[in-house]
């Protein structure tokens, strides 16, 4: 404790915020985690990454502030504790086996303070160890999701390559210069492979046209679909899964694993798809774009239009300035 509260001390500019009107809510997390690193020894970019993911996922944080995970109140407490309330002693918490723990020194682990909520997290997987592989298996006992500690995982790598917290970029998927066009087609029925919906958007457009990624994330899938043809699966910091279909072919080098930005190329326009392995030319060529959601249980598309219009719009703006 006494080791706890001068490392505190000494970071204690990290924990006030009376210039918040100067830093925008990344930035103060990101003094959070920095700070929560040297606590807990848990690399900054697994707690942002963690935060991130449960800022998509929850509908009311438990924190106010800037903090978006939210351990649940059973297992912050103790599952046999019969005070359920957000903040109770360290030692009440400890006797019941609850997971909660007091981030800023005041002897209160409370479940609604970011430092707690941190320093909480932090020092549980720290049980693990705080290796990649650690820290992978702990999010999975936390998690018991394959996809969400995936996630995590990802977007912890795009955060320490880039080394921020804040990367909100987007861009078209096609260059502006070439020719294209495209339209809401979502819903729009599909005959191949039995009767379903489309679920993205055609971006028509000519063969080798670049196809570029268009957020922050990490490829997650890259091969042959009947479907889809050659395609690219991009997991974002966002909890949303890209997915670019119908290609004519793969930028070279582009593998499963690799961290993308907005503008990278990542394939080409083609017409694959609707057969086996290199059929193509059974329609126009085009980018099928679809996105999918994530809510932390399931995973559903939604129709990428809207997106596609707004980036479409920002990336003519970069391009004019």
């Known amino acids: 404790m006494i080791k706890l509260v001068a490392l505190l001390c000494l970071l204690s500019p990290s924990f006030t915020y009376a210039n918040e009107k100067e830093n925008n809510p990344a930035e103060q997390r990101m003094t959070l985690f920095k700070s929560m690193e040297a606590l807990t020894q848990i690399p900054w970019f697994y707690l942002a990454a963690i935060d991130q993911y449960e800022r998509h996922i929850q509908k009311e944080p438990a924190s106010k502030e800037n903090i978006a995970i939210t351990i649940p109140r059973e297992q912050w407490n103790g599952a046999s504790n019969p005070n359920q309330k957000d903040a109770l002693t360290v ?12 981030g800023n020194g005041d002897g209160i682990a409370d479940r609604t303070n970011d430092q707690d909520i941190l320093y909480a997290m932090g020092s549980w997987i720290g049980k693990y160890g705080n290796t990649h592989q650690d820290i992978k298996i702990a999010l999975w006992h936390y998690y018991q999701r394959d ?6 995982m990802n977007t912890a790598k795009v955060f320490d390559t880039y080394n921020s917290n804040e990367l909100n970029d987007h861009i078209f998927p ?8 495209y339209k809401n087609t979502w819903g729009d029925p599909r005959g191949f492979g039995g009767r379903r ?4 958007t055609d971006i028509f457009a000519n063969y080798g046209v670049p196809v570029r990624a268009t957020s922050y994330g990490v490829v997650e899938m890259k091969g042959w679909n009947k479907f889809g043809g050659w395609r690219i699966g991009v997991r974002d910091i966002n909890n949303i899964y890209h997915y670019f279909a119908h290609l004519n072919g793969f930028e070279k080098g582009v593998k499963v694993g690799q961290v993308v930005k907005p503008g990278d ?12 392995p ?12 679809g996105m999918y ?4 249980y399931s995973e559903w598309s939604f129709d990428p239009y809207p997106s596609l219009k707004q980036w479409e ?3 003519r703006k970069q391009k004019n300035k």
């Open 278 to 289: 290199g059929t193509s030319g059974k329609f126009p060529p085009h980018l099928h774009y």
């Open 147 to 152: 996809l969400s500690v995936q996630t995590i």
């Open 293 to 296: 959601k994530d809510n932390g």
């Open 91 to 102: 030692e009440e918490v400890t006797l019941f086996n609850g997971i909660g723990a007091d």
């Open 313 to 315: 719009r920002e990336t």
């Open 197 to 200: 919906i489309h679920e993205g």
């Open 265 to 276: 190329v990542i394939g080409y326009v083609g017409a694959s798809g609707y057969g086996p």
């Open 174 to 181: 096609v260059p502006l210069f070439h020719n294209y066009s």
